[in-house]
């Protein structure tokens, strides 16, 4: 990672990672209203919820909860930037997850019922998530020889063609970390749910707008790790790259309307029993055949 792309990063994922973030959220919205047969809202509705946030009286249980928030996004800027500027994978896995945690801070820190019980979900959720993402990283490593994401330029074919259970797994755990349905469990969107955003409750004004416009950060960077798992180094992997995330947001809104919420005990199972399965079964499956194809070259 150069001064040279790290500035490019901070440029391009600081003043565009909302924007884009904010146009897939409004798809988002589109596409649902049209599985569900209704008109929806328009496409930049996003954009006019958080400007009706930012100009209401700032009003907060303690003057730590918005505090908590900044830092909260904050770092999700920061593992952005890092990520997409080249850097180490595993550390902008790391980052994310500081920034999930001052998030549950923020909402411990209100003391309310509501958000403390949402908090207690998100940290269930980070349970649930967080081994297939650190062994996501681990996998691509082995795959690329490095932990630098910029190591994916260097490559003839994507990690997908030898990596192709971790990708599954890792589509899996972004119906978590993007808040769909069946596993939005502390943040939901939909108004029918036990808890409507039930971590966010005690939050209003500029501080809830902090996190929905993070939750545009993470939108743009995780689906930057669909991304990774698509991309080899040459125009046309840039291409298919850009199409297979398209088709893998429009799967995780499609699944999204398609499933009720679990409980979180079915969430935490079903996430560890993937994550294992497919990870330990397709680097086990990778390693062999590398040694295979190692003895018949040398035999």
Known sequence: MTWQSFLLALLGFGLLGPVVGCLLA???????????????????????????????????????????VALALGFAIAAGVLFFAGGNFLLVAFIVTLSSLFFIVAAYSTRSPYAELGAEREIVQVMSYEPMVLLACVAFFIGSGSFNTIQVLTLDKPLVATLPLVFIGLVFILTIK????????????????ELVKGISTEMSGRTLA????????????????????????????????????LLVYFLEV???????????????????????????????????????VSSLVTG
């Open 26 to 68: 409004g798809i988002d919205r589109k596409l649902t209203a049209r599985l569900q047969n209704r008109v929806g809202p328009p496409l930049l509705q996003p954009y006019y919820d958080v400007r009706k946030l930012l100009a209401k009286d700032q009003v907060q249980v303690n003057r730590y909860q918005g505090f908590y």
């Open 178 to 193: 993007l808040r769909k349905s069946p596993f939005d469990l502390s943040y939901s969107h939909h108004a029918h749910q």
């Open 210 to 245: 902090m996190v929905e416009i993070m939750h545009w950060y993470e939108t743009v960077l995780f689906l930057g790790w669909v991304a990774l798992f698509l991309a080899w180094g040459s125009w046309l992997g840039a291409v298919v790259a850009v199409v297979g995330v």
């Open 254 to 292: 499609l699944i999204d309307n398609t499933y009720a919420r679990v409980k979180w005990q079915l969430m935490l199972k079903a996430s560890w029993i993937v994550t294992f399965v497919c990870v330990l079964l397709n680097l086990f499956a990778y390693e062999w055949l590398s040694r295979l």
